[in-house]
């Protein structure tokens, strides 16, 4: 897509935006977050950080929440975008760890074409991949927002000064950003660009019957999607 495509596809945009690193298969709350705004743009192009959620994320066990994470390596000398993983075994052994974790899942054999989905491909780019896969789970989740990459808009600047720059150049007039930000965004860039700050609020999401007990609300949405199937968006947003 070239930029003047680009620039014209995102040119209707003036409502509210949410800027954030792409993570691998986020939690309900990251969703909720997609599911605030009319465009959101992955921010991929900074800073790759080892164990973090941009590779891994945790899904539940009969010894409790595990960690399920690409081998994306330790050098922390490139961007997120920048990350290749060419062994590409990771995929059948994530999806073997599921299939013995969720076999009893309620809706495991419903979940088949999102296995598929996610781990019969050949992505070697972790961003690539991240992406892909979010956007897809949005779908499943009747997700409506649109997305973009902040590679598309080829904005400069460090930190604040760079957020602002997207959201003016895609006519954005409110930014919903993470709670983890308040420690080091600069609030006043926006009241000067005209754009108003909210930060997101994660409410209690309510339980639901897991595949092993305790319950744990910190896993990824996976577990869900395969524990109440279309009853998911009533999980995060409430019955209709």
Not at 33 to 49: G, N
Not at 152 to 177: F, M, N, P, Q
């Amino acid at each position: 897509m070239n930029k003047d495509g680009v620039k014209a596809n995102l040119s209707k945009v003036d409502h509210c935006v949410a800027i954030l690193q792409s993570n691998y298969l986020p939690w309900r709350g990251y969703f909720d977050l997609i599911h605030d705004v009319d465009l959101f743009i992955f921010y991929d192009d900074v800073q790759y950080t080892h164990s973090d959620w941009r590779h891994r994320n945790k899904l539940m066990t009969r010894d409790g929440p595990r960690w399920l994470s690409i081998p994306a390596g330790h050098d922390l000398k490139r961007l997120i975008c920048e990350v290749e993983i060419p062994d590409q075994s990771w995929k059948q052994q994530h999806r073997r760890i599921i299939e013995q974790n969720y076999r009893n899942a309620p809706f495991f054999k419903e979940s088949e074409p999102l296995l598929d989905f996610l781990y019969e491909n050949a992505l070697t780019n972790l961003s690539d991949y991240n992406q892909r896969a979010i956007k897809y789970l949005s779908g499943i989740l009747g997700i409506h927002t649109k997305f973009s990459d902040s590679r598309l808009l080829a904005v400069d600047g460090r930190k604040t000064e760079r957020l602002v720059g997207i959201l003016e150049k895609v006519g954005a007039t409110k930014y919903i950003s993470g709670p983890s930000a308040r420690s080091y965004i600069e609030e006043p860039m926006f009241a000067e660009a005209g754009i108003e700050l909210a930060y997101k609020e994660y409410p209690v999401y309510p339980a639901y019957q897991q595949c092993f007990s305790p319950f744990s609300p910190l896993v990824t949405v996976l577990d869900l999607l395969l524990c109440v199937g279309p009853q998911a968006p009533a999980h995060i947003w409430g019955k209709p």
